[in-house]
């Protein structure tokens, strides 16, 4: 069997005992000391072994997890610049039109639902208003000044009820509505704001070297318009140094 040293058990061997030494109680007992202790030991290292993962897969884990997350950066940053910008500026423009439809449709049911309370409550406080109690004249006026009182102080009651009627939810939706409506200015608004912060968490290696992709693509444009004016100006040049056409002879009589 190997030794705890070729094992990597970190034990140390059980030195041997002389049958007189095992004889001996206080011996005997030390013995029997040091295996209990190296039982506990084992079982220590054991249960340290299950609760603490192995280092060597930990470091293998990790190392494939960082692989994995290099992958895409490398991917990125062989992609030529003018198609990082180009297919940045196509995912921006796919969410900043989700942001911008869906901010249409909610206008639309949150205005509805303004203009059916507002709706309503106007109605209401008409309808409520051809039912005001006539103030009593005449002879009888007298008699009848507490009834009338008593239903007009119901009907009051009434149309001040009517008139704050969802009047708190009427202008949470209008503060909604101003909201929604920042997704729909004519610059973007919001819709483009909220398309750039959410892709950058969706494509975060986009994100790192999109500024540097955007500089080489106008460095590019710039190198490519002196160029063709460059060009142009050659062209102008020979044109200038071509002779003029002569003139035809003359013919004789």
């Known amino acids: 069997m190997r030794s705890h040293a070729e094992r990597g058990t970190g034990l140390a061997p059980e030195v041997k005992q002389l049958p007189s030494q095992w004889r001996d109680e206080q011996q005997r007992a030390e ?29 293998v884990s990790l190392s494939a997890e960082r692989e994995q997350r290099a992958k895409p950066a490398r991917q990125v940053e062989a992609m030529p610049a003018a198609d990082l910008v180009k297919a940045w500026d196509s995912r921006k423009g796919e969410l900043y039109m989700g942001y911008r439809q869906r901010a249409e449709r909610l206008e639309f049911r949150v205005d509805q ?7 309503k409550r106007r109605n209401d406080e008409a309808n409520h208003a051809k039912k005001r109690p006539v103030e009593p004249t005449g002879l009888l006026a007298a008699f009848k000044r507490s009834s009338y009182e008593k239903l007009m102080s119901e009907w009051r009651a009434t149309a001040k009820r009517l008139k704050a009627w969802k009047v708190e939810r009427e202008n949470d939706l209008r503060k909604r509505l101003e909201r929604v409506r920042c997704y729909l200015t004519p610059g973007g608004g919001f819709s483009v704001r909220d398309a750039e912060r959410t ?11 999109l500024p540097q992709a955007r500089d080489e693509v106008q460095r590019e444009k710039e190198a490519k318009k002196q160029e063709l004016l460059a060009q142009k100006r050659e062209r102008q040049a020979l044109q200038k140094g071509k002779p003029g056409l002569g003139k035809g002879k003359g013919h004789g009589l």
Do not use: C, Y
């Open 113 to 119: 639902q303004i203009q059916a309370i507002s709706t």
């Open 199 to 209: 892709l950058q968490k969706e494509r975060p290696e986009w994100a790192a070297r």
């Open 31 to 59: 013995v029997i000391d040091f295996r209990t202790a190296r039982i506990e030991q084992q079982q220590t290292a054991a249960n340290l072994a299950r609760e603490i993962p192995d280092a060597g897969a930990e470091i």
